[in-house]
């Protein structure tokens, strides 16, 4: 991707699951909708376990507000080349580069689409793993840490300090024992996690402000030349 001289840079597996047909689709879409990207979408998976693993990691990215639709890592994609490239130093080398590059085209706000397509037998076996599934949570985890951290401290400080508050002032008011360590505990921990959060989205703001200096002077290139709409670029960068 870093030495791809085209408009446009193109993901297609080599184990003939992908169909030259569909490309062709998703080429015509990108250019006609004027859109950052086109993200294939199957109807199904092709084993049980991985369609598990696939459904909790929509489960959570759902929870986290990621609204991706039902297929978050299909391998076959088509991207401007000028708007990916940014992201290049986010991208992982093995198989969460695809639930990556959906997030981040989410997040950002950039214009993309969904494109249904039909996939073929596998040549070969599958090299995917256990622990790839687990790293993709992990990746999807880190790219929202990015752009909104608060979306996974937060949570996770309410979950904390909302039992807390009631277990400790029900012992302490029904129970009359005092105010319990367990609660104050929880309530603690949930307080540290909320200012870690906080922390963290000081950070995550100033990364972000860097990044769009690089990308609005790429957006504004491609806006003036036509590349991509204007009006489909929302303010998600901006809030």
Known sequence: MRLAQGEYVAWFDADNEH???DLNVM???IESDKLAAVLGRREKSQSL??????????AIARILKVKGGTDLNCGLRIFRRKIISQYLHLLPDGYSASLTSTVIMIERGYPFAFCNITTNRRIGVSKVAMSDGFEALMLLLRVITLFAPMRIFLRISLALIIPGLIYGLGMALLGGRGFPVLAALLINTGVVLGGIGLVADQISQMRLLALNRRSTDVDTELVDGHGVDAKSINTARSR
């Open 27 to 29: 080429l015509e879409q």
């Open 19 to 21: 169909r030259t047909e």
């Open 49 to 58: 376990a991985r369609g598990v693993g696939k459904y909790v990691i929509r």
